[in-house]
């Protein structure tokens, strides 16, 4: 089976990691002070980020299960729910 599509978690720790990189290149241009000062809060925050990938990362393997479930229920209400429609709405011939 193929990879299934990007997450909007897996989104959100994307755009946080070129967060961190634009606030990166923006203290480089600051100088070299400014690096300094924020150098210990930027690895805290890169540190936070791993940190929190590997805790959802942990959850989405433990309950994998449960997940593909739920997604497979979803589709199949989603189905339920246009065919509803289809026969409510279909044009009398």
Known sequence: MGRKPEG???K???KIGKKID???ADLKEAGSHAEE???DRIDELKGS???LKEEFSNF???H???IDEVEANLKKAGEDLKNAFSSAFKKDK
């Open 12 to 14: 959100a720790f994307k």
């Open 49 to 51: 980020g791993e940190k």
């Open 22 to 24: 634009e606030l990166l």
């Open 37 to 39: 000062e924020y150098a």
């Open 60 to 62: 989405k393997d433990k």
């Open 8 to 10: 909007k978690a897996e």
């Open 64 to 66: 994998q299960d449960r």
